[in-house]
């Protein structure tokens, strides 16, 4: 099964976003510090609604923290970016990816990217929109995932 990574988010509505959607799908959470806010905070619980015991979370204080994490159980790597080099509908997944989402205001470090196995961009018909919200962001990428190997059935 795929699973989400969030490194360095920034704001807790986006988060809580996201953890719903895992939540619903079953899809495991990895948030790696530092985070722009403390995983208590009200917003952050508020937009997961009631959804927090069905979501699988894993908290990572460094990026090398999940690597050791991610060294253990293995898969891909896929860095969403909007400098990404492959469209995330054209790539082929597989169940063990790991889909790599950066914070709101700067994205993945250069370092993460270079790390990963592929690098992907959300296509946008408007070159004036810099980028998508990042909640918004996980749930395409994720169900683009789902889609592929089946899961949406």
């Known amino acids: 099964m795929p699973q989400v990574v969030l ?3 920034q704001i807790p509505p986006n988060t809580g976003n ?7 799908t079953g899809t495991e959470l990895h948030l ?3 985070l722009g806010f403390e995983i208590s905070d009200r917003y952050l619980k508020r937009a997961g609604l009631d959804y927090w015991p069905y979501v699988k979370l894993h908290y990572h204080k460094t990026i090398e923290a999940f690597e050791n994490v991610h060294q253990e159980r293995g ?5 969403f970016s909007v400098s990404g080099s492959s469209s995330y509908i054209q790539f082929p997944y597989q169940a063990d990816d790991w889909l790599l989402f950066g914070s709101e205001t700067t994205g993945l470090p250069p370092t993460v990217l ?3 196995d592929a690098t992907l961009y959300i ?5 004036g929109v810099r980028s998508l919200n990042l909640s918004v962001s996980v749930a395409v990428g994720l169900f683009e ?3 592929q190997l089946g899961y949406l059935l």
Do not use: D, Y
Request: charged content about 15%; aromatic content about 0%.
């Open 123 to 127: 296509p946008m018909a408007e070159p």
């Open 145 to 147: 995932v789902r889609r």
């Open 7 to 9: 490194v360095n988010p």
């Open 18 to 24: 996201i953890a719903r959607t895992c939540a619903a």
């Open 32 to 34: 790696v510090g530092p």
């Open 75 to 79: 898969g891909r790597l896929l860095g």
């Open 114 to 116: 270079s790390a990963c």
